[in-house]
């Protein structure tokens, strides 16, 4: 049984005030550990987070990081600073990075290796743009984001990996991908994985989705046998409805 993890995607969203409250009311609704939760706020506001999850059931995870362990990376920050923050996971690789700023398969695969190799959980995000949804190219696209992004992990990297399969088309558009379609992509993600890197780490994988969850769509999403939880972004910026998210997932 995979145990199904619920990770609120901050962005660039939140005040020092408002992070620190948000993140009080989601330790104080979190009560139990059948659902593993964690918040992704922005950088500023880690240890600030962190301190105020602390003792709870909520873990802290950074949105991005370097590969380098240190160096002249001006604006950058290594896995190693986020570990010493407070943070058990990262985000690697989402759409807003890719797409938005360029970032390539390569200098995410570095990443994921650094990040894993340092310590933290990866969670490192794929997923395919409407145009290539609509052309049919979906599964090209996931496979070769998977094949660059993962090439050459140790099984230790492996065995610390989250994937994120986040249609770009459902991300913040209000339009989340059906139930079926998720569950279609997520258990093509597992048959690759399990082609790279065989079928017990495949089995143990836990994969989530990501694109406009809500308390009112989560559950019947996080049904489908190979969804195993959700990276949530908007719905994640109210206690209220990130709780309700975390609830539909027991
Ligand atoms: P959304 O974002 O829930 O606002 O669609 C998801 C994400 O970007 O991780």
């Not at 059948?34 to 987070?49: M, R, S, Y």
């Not at 190219?137 to 070769?144: G, M, R």
């Not at 065989?198 to 994969?207: F, K, N, R, S, T």
Request: charged share 20%; net charge neutral; hydrophobic share 50%.
């Amino acid at each position: 049984m995979r145990k199904k993890l619920i990770a609120g995607n901050w962005k660039m969203y939140t005040t020092a005030a408002t992070a620190k409250a948000l993140a009080e009311a989601v330790a104080r609704g979190v009560t139990d550990n059948a659902v593993t939760v964690a918040v992704c706020p922005p950088f500023p506001w880690l240890g600030l987070v962190a301190d105020a999850v602390k003792g709870s059931q909520v873990a802290v995870g950074a949105q991005n990081c370097h590969y380098a362990a240190e160096g002249a990376y001006t604006g950058e920050v290594s896995p190693q600073m986020l570990l010493d923050a407070g943070c058990k996971y990262v985000i690697v690789g989402h759409s807003e990075r890719r797409h938005g700023l360029g970032e390539p398969d390569r200098f995410l695969n570095r990443k994921v290796k650094a990040a894993a190799a340092a310590g933290l959980k990866v969670i490192f995000c794929v997923g395919e743009l409407l145009a290539e949804r609509e052309a049919g190219e979906t599964e090209e696209v996931l496979w070769f984001q998977l094949a660059a992004g993962l090439n050459g992990l140790s099984p230790e990297a492996v065995s610390k990996l989250v994937i994120a399969y986040e249609p770009v088309w459902a991300i913040g558009t209000g339009k989340v991908a059906t139930p079926a379609q998720a569950q279609a992509v997520h258990a093509f993600i597992r048959k690759q994985f399990a082609v790279h890197y065989g079928e017990a780490a495949a089995q143990a994988l836990p994969i989530a989705y990501g694109g406009s969850v809500k308390p009112d769509n989560a559950a019947e999403i996080l049904r489908q046998p190979d969804v195993d939880g959700a990276l949530v972004g908007g719905a994640s910026l109210k206690a209220d409805s990130f709780l309700g998210i975390v609830r539909a997932a027991v």
